[in-house]
């Protein structure tokens, strides 16, 4: 039976250690703050940004949430990012995903500064992560790093195999395992929708990173016994007898699959919370690096 990595337990750890880094750029006169831009109604997308406000709140930073409503127009969105690069009290901003179908988000990304962008997915910070020199990875790569590396998994020389390729888990979390670094040096195997022989494939790995957006995809005749799975997905599944009428599930079959694992994040409080204690950190990061430039 797995030993549950408890994501949730982490993200406080974490998220108390950035409480000195916060006492001391208050003491010289910075709070560092985060602007998060949501457009539209998606409830899911509420959840979250309701959640990062909250956390930066507890730990006495500045939040500010900007809400627009689905029908904004691109440039409309863009001079909000404009301004907010401009405004001293902002050091992070983050525009919360997915966009209405109508809008280019990559040129949204593109109008953020590097130096704000506290998700890490400018093409300036996203390259800067590939070469190894990033300080702003991305939250959720970033966070799955720092569970490993405090549960003493060390990827070095082990099979990694991550199932997605999007350019905010999959890709980047398969570039910073590879990395010649400290909690790096994988063999790493990324698969997709395209990929032949899945099981062939995820039956390979030692640390399995699934990210696939599918309810309870990988079963457990998909792993082999000892695996350490990282499951990303948080996928709502209709459960009529719970207050909400769903419940969350990941990509992954719990119970199936933490009869073999080794160790196992399970959904929800596993990679959610981290996530959003990364966030903090890049937040903090951003304004220790902006307020040492004056
Ligand atoms: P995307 O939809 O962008 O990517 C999904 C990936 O899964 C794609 O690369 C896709 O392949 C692959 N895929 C889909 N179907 C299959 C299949 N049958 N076999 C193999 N691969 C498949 O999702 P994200 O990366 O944005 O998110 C993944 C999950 O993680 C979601 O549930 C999301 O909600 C969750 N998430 C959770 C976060 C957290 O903080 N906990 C943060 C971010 C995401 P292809 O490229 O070929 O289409």
């Known amino acids: 039976m797995a030993q549950i990595i408890e994501g949730r337990e982490v993200a406080k ?8 880094r916060i006492a001391a750029l208050k003491d010289a006169g910075t709070t560092p703050g985060l602007a998060t831009v949501l457009v539209g109604d998606d409830p899911a997308s509420e959840t979250y940004v309701n959640s990062k406000a909250r956390t930066c709140e507890k730990l006495g930073m500045y939040s500010q949430v900007i809400r627009r409503e689905a029908g904004i127009r691109q440039d409309e969105l863009e001079d909000i990012v404009r301004s907010l690069n401009e405004n001293p009290d902002i050091h992070g901003i983050l525009v919360q995903s997915p966009l209405p179908s109508h809008m280019d988000e990559l040129a ?4 953020i500064i590097p130096e704000k962008d506290v998700d890490g997915f400018h093409p300036y910070n996203v390259g800067m992560m590939l070469i190894g020199r990033g300080d702003l990875l991305p939250c959720t790569p970033y966070g799955i790093i720092k569970l490993l590396e405090y549960y003493g998994i060390d990827p070095s020389g082990k099979e990694v195999v991550v199932v997605g390729r999007s350019n ?8 910073l395992l ?5 909690m790096a040096n994988a063999t790493v195997t990324v698969a997709h929708s395209r990929s032949h022989n899945l099981p062939e494939i995820t039956r390979r790995a030692d640390i399995l990173i699934a990210a696939i957006g599918k309810p309870e995809f990988i079963s457990g005749d998909m792993v082999k016994d000892g695996v350490v799975i990282i499951d990303v997905g948080v996928n709502r599944v209709d459960d009529p007898g719970s207050e909400k009428g769903y419940r969350l599930v990941g990509d992954v079959q719990f119970d199936q699959c933490s009869q073999r694992a080794s160790y196992i994040t399970p959904v929800p409080g596993g990679i959610g919370p981290m996530t959003i204690a990364m966030l903090m950190s890049n937040t903090v990061t951003a304004a220790e690096r902006l307020s040492r430039r004056g």
């Open 168 to 175: 905010i888990v999959g890709k980047p979390v398969a570039a």
């Open 108 to 111: 949204v990304t593109l109008t």
């Open 13 to 20: 750890k974490i998220k108390r250690e950035l409480k000195p």
């Open 178 to 182: 590879m990395q010649k670094a400290k």
